[in-house]
């Protein structure tokens, strides 16, 4: 796994683009796993200020969604297809042909889950996997004791994640109880793995991921068994990393051309 500390988060946001441009660059047609929340956004901010400017042509980027609520109906401003379609694929000037994600309102929920994982399988798998982390380590929806080998599936989120996501909703009783999430074997089959964190308040989770042992209990530790991850933080996020010196002159010494 590598770790890169960045100043804040913006400088995390324009390192992950340069690394998704490069990528879109070599492969146009590559997919991109988003994911949501607050972390993701200066990855966006700094994608969509490349498109406007001409560097980048992300016209044949192919997107997927990461997680969904289960309920919410799909043009419900908080749905996660409606956030991902906002800051991701309008910004980059795609439009819903090129996107994909899980039905959260599919009558038959596993179903909608098993054909989920058949079409990012269908679609050649995921190039890059953009994730955030819970502050309970979590990585998609997979919370605490989430199988390390499980599929796109429902999960019921714990309440620490419902207070954590009230911010986007008039209130706790509004945010969905049932999430669909790629499971964790899921994530793992991305190519390639890209995880920000920014904050002090996810310097612990963080540091369990990195540097604890791989378990169930943090789902992130997964990470650890990918054999190409990226994990990106910001000096507060880095702050509980004992070996946070040893990641910086690893990345100092690593040769420009080779990218994350
Ligand atoms: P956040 O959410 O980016 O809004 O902190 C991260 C997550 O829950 O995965």
Known sequence: ???????????????????IAALLSRKPDALLGVATGSTPLPVYE??????????????????????????????HPESYRSTVLRQVVEPLGLTESSF???????????????????ALAEAGG???????????GHIGFNEPCSSLASRTRIKTLTEQT?????????????????VI????????????????????????????????PVSALVPASALQLHPHATVVVDEAAASRLKLADYFRATYAAKPAWQGL
């Open 181 to 212: 999430t790629q499971g964790i074997g899921t994530i793992l089959e991305a190519r390639h793995l890209v995880l920000l964190a920014t904050g002090a308040g996810k310097a612990e989770a963080v540091a369990r991921s990195v540097e604890g």
């Open 162 to 178: 419902r207070q954590d996501n009230a911010r986007f909703f008039a209130g706790i009783d509004e945010v969905p109880h049932h």
């Open 46 to 75: 700094a994608l969509a200020a490349r498109v406007r400017s001409g560097a980048l042509d992300a016209s044949r980027a192919r997107i997927c969604q990461l997680d969904e609520y289960v309920g919410l109906p799909a043009d």
């Open 126 to 136: 995921v190039d890059l996997q953009l994730l955030g982390i819970g502050t309970d």
């Open 1 to 19: 796994m590598e770790v890169v500390i960045v100043p804040d988060a913006k400088a995390g946001g324009a390192l992950i683009a340069e690394a």
């Open 100 to 118: 994909m994600g899980p039905d959260g309102n599919a009558e038959d929920v596993q179903g909608a889950c098993d054909a989920y994982d058949r």
